[in-house]
């Protein structure tokens, strides 16, 4: 079964230093999304992705962070100075019209 | 916008017993409930969903019921099993794809043999 793929599954970063955090969503899937999860807490939406462009962020997604799929298959998202509030699991997720959100296993990012 | 309530925190039961997880959310027009099951270091998996147009699904020994009026849906898993011990999330949305998946804070359910 096709699976969202997510490099690297664990990221420690110092703050005020910028991380990339990497997916490659299901092949076919045209609707993109990353979500946060801090230790012990919900899983909280950050941004969706539709068409090359933001569909819709929360109040979390501010300007220090930014999203990109930068070819076919890769989406990115770019935090410009981490803080150490950032620090949480980040999923990414995909899906198509009419098809469940699938989620990736995530990345642990620890600011220092 | 729309927000989430998930009750309880914890479940624990006995193997062979039905655990029972609810949910109620706040926007009307939300439409679309998935649950999610998320074992320890991995992401959230689908286990179930439920369209507004539906008051109930099963697939084996789980179900899921959905009472628009009230805004409130529940988890059923009947014949719990030691493999079923898991964090599990309710969510709701207006539309599947698109917009943002609303979780509930999740209910760690422990089944014990």
């Known amino acids: 079964e096709p699976e969202v793929t997510q490099t690297p599954s664990h990221q420690v970063t110092q703050m005020g230093q910028e991380v990339i955090l990497r997916c490659v969503p299901i092949?076919?899937?045209?609707?993109f999304y990353w979500y946060r999860q801090i230790l012990g807490q919900k899983v909280e939406f950050l941004v969706s992705f539709y068409n090359n462009e933001i569909s819709e962020k929360s109040e979390i997604f501010d300007d220090q962070f930014s999203v990109e799929r930068p070819d076919g298959s890769n989406f990115t998202l770019k935090i410009r100075s981490t803080k150490l509030e950032d620090s949480a699991m980040y999923f990414c997720?995909?899906?198509?019209?009419?098809?469940?959100?699938?989620f990736g296993n995530g990345t642990r990012l620890t600011v220092t | 916008g729309e927000n989430v309530e998930q009750h309880p925190s914890t479940l624990s039961v006995q193997e062979g017993d039905s655990a029972v997880i609810k949910c109620t959310y706040s926007?009307?027009?939300?439409?679309?409930f998935p649950w999610y099951k998320q074992e320890l270091g991995k992401g959230p998996q689908l286990i179930i969903d439920?369209?507004?147009?539906?008051g109930e699904k099963k697939d084996q020994r789980i179900a899921v019921t959905l009472n628009k009026t009230a805004k409130h849906f529940s988890l059923h898993i009947t014949e719990t099993q030691p493999e079923d011990s898991a964090v599990y999330f309710c969510?709701?949305?207006?539309?599947?794809?698109?917009?943002?998946?609303?979780f509930g804070k999740g209910t760690t359910l422990s089944v014990s043999s």
């Open positions: 092949s076919n899937h045209l609707y």
């Open positions: 439920i369209r507004s147009n539906v």
């Open positions: 926007d009307s027009a939300s439409n679309y």
């Open positions: 997720a995909s899906c198509d019209t009419g098809s469940p959100l699938h």
């Open positions: 969510a709701a949305t207006l539309n599947q794809a698109g917009t943002a998946l609303i």
